[in-house]
């Protein structure tokens, strides 16, 4: 990919000439790019990253606050675009390990913690998996804490 470029909208403007502005459900691959470039919009509704203590553009020099709340957690579980990409995720692995379970976990624990996954994550993985889809199981994997925070 190329850096740089136009940013992308997240936010359309309110009705009859409205400076309120309402947060869009875009998806696809130009936002998921654009999202480094996105146009923030002071007065808009808060969108997802703005849970993880996005900077405030309301601010002349805006500084990254740390916290850790359940409003993350929360986002994170019922966001829309981290159900979508769930369910993306298992379709990746689905088509890279062939419908075979112990593949899948192995090629899912690569790609959302680089790592390979243990004997105690592959049986807990088998256990969840007989009971739910593989979709959830991503759902999960996105919302772990070694996921969520670099060490």
């Known amino acids: 990919?190329?850096?740089?470029?136009?940013?992308?909208?997240?936010?359309?403007?309110?009705?009859?000439?409205?400076?309120?502005?309402?947060?869009?459900?875009?998806d696809g691959p130009q936002?998921?790019?654009?999202?480094?470039?996105?146009?923030?919009?002071?007065?808009?509704?808060?969108?997802?990253?703005?849970?993880?203590?996005?900077?405030d553009p309301s601010?002349?020099?805006?500084?990254?606050?740390?916290?850790?709340t359940p409003v993350q957690a929360l986002a994170l579980m019922n966001n829309d675009f981290v159900v979508r990409q769930a369910d993306l995720f298992a379709k990746?692995?689905?088509?890279?390990?062939h419908g075979d379970r112990s593949s899948q976990i192995k090629r899912a624990y690569l790609l959302?913690?680089?790592?390979?996954?243990?004997?105690?994550?592959?049986?807990?993985?088998q256990r969840f998996l007989q009971k739910h889809s593989l979709s959830l199981y991503c759902r999960a994997l996105l919302n772990a804490n070694e996921f969520v925070y670099t060490p």
């Open 112 to 125: 959302a913690f680089g790592r390979n996954a243990s004997q105690t994550d592959s049986a807990a993985a």
């Open 1 to 26: 990919m190329k850096a740089g470029g136009p940013s992308f909208a997240l936010h359309k403007k309110g009705l009859r000439g409205s400076y309120i502005y309402h947060a869009l459900d875009n």
């Open 92 to 97: 990746r692995l689905e088509r890279e390990a």
């Open 59 to 68: 601010v002349a020099t805006p500084q990254r606050t740390l916290s850790n």
């Open 31 to 55: 936002v998921w790019r654009r999202a480094v470039y996105r146009f923030v919009v002071r007065g808009g509704d808060r969108v997802l990253l703005d849970s993880f203590d996005c900077p």
